[in-house]
């Protein structure tokens, strides 16, 4: 027997609490506002109507994963939240030498990560900027911060959008 497939319908404003609650549970309290104005425009998908996108003009700010229903956040809306937050929030702050690869798309190698938030997980979401706090990149932290700090070798955040970037890196 086949399952049917499940669809959402949702207004604009329906989906932009929505997101702004996916983005409080993220990233904490007060993020899904600093992150999305009221003009923010939610894109559905055409076959089962879940929220895929938010666009602030012509910008794409965040974009839902399927696979987990969480935020990944563009470079835009990282540097949202960069404002609105204090350091080190969902921060990885790398070396000035790092800092051009990294804008570039390439992943964060522990050697190069001065400073990190102490409450990233391995799978969050995070921001990498420089010691002056600009966004570099938006991506994934593949280490626990104590990990970031202490390794030598390895990769702590796998890239998903440079600053440099028109495009997003590729995933493999």
Not at 3 to 8: A, D, P, V
Not at 17 to 26: K, M, T
Not at 67 to 89: D, E, I, N, Y
Not at 163 to 171: H, L
Request: net charge positive.
């Amino acid at each position: 027997m086949r399952r049917q497939r499940q669809t959402f319908h949702y207004s604009q404003k329906e989906g932009l609490e929505r997101l702004r609650a996916i983005a409080d549970f993220q990233f904490g309290p007060g993020a899904g506002k600093a992150i999305f104005p009221a003009r923010t425009k939610i894109e559905f998908s055409s076959s089962t109507g879940r929220i895929r996108r938010a666009r602030l003009a012509s910008q794409v700010l965040a974009t839902v994963l399927p696979s987990t229903g969480l935020l990944a956040l563009t470079v835009p809306c990282a540097k949202r939240f960069v404002r609105a937050f204090l350091p080190p929030k969902q921060r990885v702050v790398v070396e000035k030498g790092a800092g051009k690869f990294v804008s570039q798309g390439r992943s964060v190698f522990a050697r190069h990560v001065v400073s990190v938030d102490p409450e990233l997980r391995p799978g969050d979401e995070t921001i990498v900027t420089d010691d002056h706090d600009r966004v570099l990149a938006t991506g994934r932290a593949l280490l626990s911060p104590e990990e970031m700090l202490s390794f030598k070798r390895g990769v702590a955040v796998k890239v998903r959008t440079g600053s440099g970037q028109d495009r997003p890196a590729r995933s493999s």
